[in-house]
């Protein structure tokens, strides 16, 4: 059973979403909050697997409460969706730079939200939009020393790894194009996980970028 914390302004938004999931047989809503404060006291209450997190909200902001989550025990701190009505880049851009681990826009089909919630609590990367991709190629120099450092620890075989990380494929279809059995393209994720400080796929993915290790357009696989 996934718990999830829904975080909106609007009770009409989080009284039809809590219907909705309800609906799942693995989906759960454990609650509600109506600002970014309520959501970072809630989440630590309530120790939901995914925080449904809009972005404009009164007081603290969706991104402002999505960073205070994750500053939490990293052992516990729920996963943070961000559900919101604006595809603006450089809002998504902030809010994974805030620890959120994906978005979905508000007016997505209810399949897709739900599709997207399994995903995120299972920890696996999405695919981040062309434009908060090139977003984070154009801030790379303001942090592309420090993170050249975290990228030179990486074996070559996890160079491969993060750069198909990048493109959004899965652990199944990077053990098919690397010809490697499935835990180890597991083992290898942890461990570029733990060789980058960070927190999860989608944050490393991040890093690639910003690093200037992967491209907005795509690169070769690294030998």
């Known amino acids: ?15 039809s979403l809590r219907v909705l999931l309800d609906a799942e047989a693995d989906l759960h809503v454990v ?11 809630s989440s630590a209450a309530m120790r939901p697997d995914v925080v449904l997190m809009d972005i404009r909200m009164p007081g603290i902001d969706g991104i402002q409460a999505t960073a205070r989550i ?26 994974l730079r805030a620890g959120a681990s994906g978005f979905v826009l508000k007016r997505a089909e209810p399949t897709e939200l739900t ?14 939009p062309a434009g908060a991709r090139a977003r984070i190629v154009h801030r790379r120099d303001e942090t592309r020393t420090r993170w050249d ?14 750069q198909l990380l990048a493109t959004g494929r899965s652990n199944s279809e990077i053990a098919g194009e690397l010809f490697l059995g499935l835990q180890t393209v597991k083992t290898h994720v942890t461990s570029i996980l733990t060789k980058l400080g960070a927190r999860d796929r989608t944050q490393a993915v991040v890093i690639a970028y910003e690093s200037g290790f992967a491209t907005s357009a795509g690169s070769s696989i690294p030998s």
Do not use: C, W
């Not at 599709?115 to 981040?128: K, P, Y």
């Not at 990228?151 to 075989?157: G, M, N």
């Open 31 to 41: 609650g509600e909050a109506a600002d970014g404060a309520q959501a970072v006291q």
């Open 149 to 162: 450092a975290l990228i030179a620890r990486l074996s070559p075989r996890e160079r491969q790894v993060l």
């Open 70 to 95: 994750n500053q939490a025990d990293p052992q516990r701190r729920p996963k943070v969706l961000i559900l919101t009505t604006f595809g603006n880049d450089e809002y998504l851009y902030g809010a």
């Open 1 to 15: 059973m996934i718990r999830i914390l829904i975080a909106d302004d609007e009770a009409l938004i989080r009284a």
């Open 115 to 128: 599709h997207t919630i399994r995903l995120v609590a299972a920890g696996s990367t999405l695919v981040l």
